[in-house]
């Protein structure tokens, strides 16, 4: 197996009254997240995000990712160090928003995830197991106010 680029997208899917898309992931049942992805090599930013959103929920982003002008550097969780190279401990999150007219049915990748759920945004960042990820989502809350 090749090494992950320590650099990935986060993009918080969600709708114009800010409900939430959450999926679960299947390597750890309980750990509901927004679309994530590693960049692959020769990606902008934002091919990364239309990649991962395509591959996780089978959704087509087409020109409506937005950058919200931001990321995240935080420590490799344990558990998936070994994708990186042995030196890396650290990866940098790039934060994207996708925002859809009304929650839809997505097509989940089964190795990757288990379920999907739309919830208000406030209920969608409690149910996060990414700190960063539950910013994300307060952050696109405090947009409403």
Known sequence: MAYKIPVSVLVVIHTP?????????????????????SQ??????VETARREVA?????????GLADWGYSNVYEIYDCYRHRYPPDV????????????????PVRLAADEHLAW??????????????????EAIRRLGDLGR
């Not at 959450?22 to 750990?31: C, K, M, Q, S, T």
């Open 55 to 63: 591959e996780e929920t089978g959704l087509d982003a087409g020109s």
């Open 89 to 104: 401990s650290h990866n940098t999150e790039h934060v994207f928003g996708l925002q859809l007219p009304a929650p839809v």
């Open 40 to 45: 692959e090599a020769g990606e902008s930013l």
């Open 17 to 37: 009254d800010r409900q939430v898309l959450l999926i679960e992931r299947a390597d750890h049942p309980g750990w509901w997240q927004s679309v994530t992805g």
């Open 117 to 134: 759920r739309w919830l208000p945004w406030r209920e969608a960042a409690e149910a996060c197991f990414s700190a960063s990820n539950a």
